[in-house]
């Protein structure tokens, strides 16, 4: 219960007058009625209760926090080629004062940095979902496919992603697609086997009911088949997503151009370490907020 | 006459791993219409395989299955099923998972009103209207039990097939959902086979009690007639000398003469 709700109400306890309105009827030789103290009162209790609960989910964190920014500042002491905390803080103030900058195809602002890495994993990755998805539930719905092709799967899926690049390179000749095509290859594989082993592990007693109803097989995808599969598929997009940001940046780095990944090498030539350090905290909170978001839809098709 | 349920010499071999598994063997039954069977026996005698033959979901490797004269080939909505765990789609809500069965069975031949008040109506019968928007997550597992029966009785089947129902819920739910089944069955005048392995339970629903030996190689041992007047009244019954009678007959049969083997508990 918040603070803000048990207020009022406390208000209303002390206003109805249940405490100060008996007062006169109370014969003179009772004991005057006490107001109740506020920590004594339901809301009061409420509000206590709600304060500690406030502080129990608020305070760990915090310290973590603070310990980190404590051994950060510490380590920045004792190295002075890392900047401090207070530095990075002022850099990054500055930073993302003026996002949307453009300067040319080498000096571009932050929010440009961003959304062209963005960009980028969203083609690869939203091509590795157009591909991967259909294809795992190809593999999960028939046994000669999933035999057929788990071998090549088992072989490729551990490769390194930047392995992948210089094919990428030479097939595709440009660094651009090239970095796409490495987020594609490297994203695809979490929904291609989440994907199968959710329709493999679609309860019998679902396609009994299917058989006995007779259902057709477009009723059998839609009622059955896809919405048993849902939370399989969007485990795989949520792991497949957190690679596709994993690789980006490396994949920036090697092909250049626009993007985090990039912008943290070039500010590693200009020798900008709070630059660097931005970045990292850049790459770490929207990739938090991407996984994040798909949680959200991942907690809407839930049915357990 | 012929009977409507007709099941001559049907026997069931499995393929497993581990070679051939005879599941079931000479199985000769022929039921009424509507007639209440219950079939009874210990855990893997093959009680549950022989309903699914009935169902269509397993082909008897040997044998016909015949119901009203057509031989069973495949599931299909003139035998309704209720599964032993419910089986209910949980992304769909009661009304929605009776409607389903209802849009399949009645769908080509009348108006989207009708199929809801045909909807509506099963889950009348079982006494959930109340629950009809909620999903099967937010129902008790007697109320989902009821949803599951409210859409196999929705199809109009000419059989009901009911595997062990109530086996999964606590004794009081049980023994409301029996209550209510009969009066269900009295009033819909339906054909029922039923799985169980409840003993009171099949003396108190069925007409037939049909006794099966322990697998493997399964077959019918006996078939007990349960002549008790109907309406049945559970309280009644508990102090008929003749229910306990029938029911001694099952009990001796189960534990005197099939007693589990050892090695198998």
């Known amino acids: ?304 | 006459m012929q009977s409507y349920v007709q099941i001559e010499n049907a026997s069931m071999v499995f393929s497993t791993k581990k070679g051939k598994f005879t599941a079931l063997t000479d199985i000769n039954l022929h039921v009424e219409q509507g007639e209440f069977i219950a079939l009874i026996g210990h855990s893997g005698c093959g009680k549950s395989t022989l309903l699914n033959l009935v169902a269509g979901l397993l082909d008897a490797t040997d044998g016909v299955l015949l119901l009203s004269n057509k031989e069973i080939k495949g599931p299909g909505p003139e035998r309704g099923v209720v599964f032993q765990n419910h089986s209910l789609l949980p992304w769909l809500s009661a009304f929605e998972n009776v409607y389903l069965a209802v849009e399949k069975v009645f769908g080509r031949s009348e108006t989207k009103k009708q199929l809801k008040a045909r909807t509506t109506a099963a889950l009348e019968l079982v006494g959930l209207t109340h629950a009809a928007a909620k999903l099967p997550g937010e129902i008790s597992g007697g109320m989902k039990q009821r949803v599951g029966i409210a859409r196999a009785l929705a199809m109009e089947p000419k059989v009901l097939l009911m595997d062990e129902p109530f086996g999964a819920l606590d004794a009081l739910t049980r023994a409301h959902l029996q209550d209510e089944l009969l009066k269900i069955v009295a009033a819909t005048q339906s054909t029922v086979i039923m799985v169980t392995h409840d003993v009171d339970e099949a003396v108190l629903l069925s007409d037939r009690i049909v006794m099966m030996t322990n697998g493997p190689a399964a077959t019918i041992g006996e078939i007990l007639t349960v002549d008790l007047p109907r309406p049945r009244e559970r309280l009644q019954l508990a102090h008929d000398p003749h229910y306990h009678d029938l029911r001694s007959k099952v009990l001796e049969f189960l534990y005197s003469r099939q007693m589990r083997p050892k090695e198998a508990a």
């Open chain 1, 1 to 304: 219960m918040s603070a803000i709700n048990a207020t009022p109400e406390n208000l209303n306890h002390i206003l109805s007058g249940e405490d100060i309105a008996l007062t006169p009827k109370v014969p003179a030789a009772a004991a005057p009625t006490r107001r109740t103290p506020l920590f004594e009162s339901e809301s009061g209790k409420r509000l206590i209760e709600g304060t500690l609960n406030l502080f129990k989910s608020i305070i760990p964190p915090l310290l973590g926090m603070l310990l980190f920014i404590a051994v950060w500042a510490l380590i920045a002491n004792t190295n002075k080629s890392i900047p401090g905390p207070s530095e990075t803080w002022t850099s990054a103030v500055e930073l993302f004062s003026d996002p949307f900058y453009d300067n040319g195809p080498n000096d571009k602002g932050i929010g440009w940095n961003i959304l062209n890495s963005l960009y980028r994993v969203g083609l690869g990755f939203g091509a590795a979902a157009a591909v991967g998805i259909p294809l795992g539930f190809m593999i999960g719905r028939f046994d000669f496919l999933n035999r057929m092709l788990s071998p090549i799967i088992s072989i490729l899926r551990p490769v390194s992603p930047l392995a992948w690049l210089p094919i990428g390179l030479l097939v595709l000749q440009r660094a651009e697609p090239a970095s796409i095509w490495v987020i594609f290859i490297s994203s695809i594989w979490p929904m291609v086997l989440n994907t199968a082993a959710g329709v493999q592990r679609i309860p019998q007693d679902y396609m009994n009911v299917a058989r006995v109803l007779n259902l057709s097989e477009f009723k059998v995808f839609t009622k059955i088949l896809f919405p048993a599969v849902l939370p399989y598929v969007l485990t795989g997009v949520r792991l497949a997503i957190g690679v596709a940001w994993l690789v980006i940046v490396a994949a920036e780095m090697l092909t250049g151009g626009v993007g985090i990944g990039f912008w943290v090498w070039d500010e590693w030539n200009n020798l900008n370490v709070a630059h660097i350090i931005i970045a990292i905290f850049v790459v770490g909170i929207v990739g938090l907020l991407l996984e994040q978001a798909l949680m959200l839809i991942a907690k809407r098709f839930s049915y357990d």
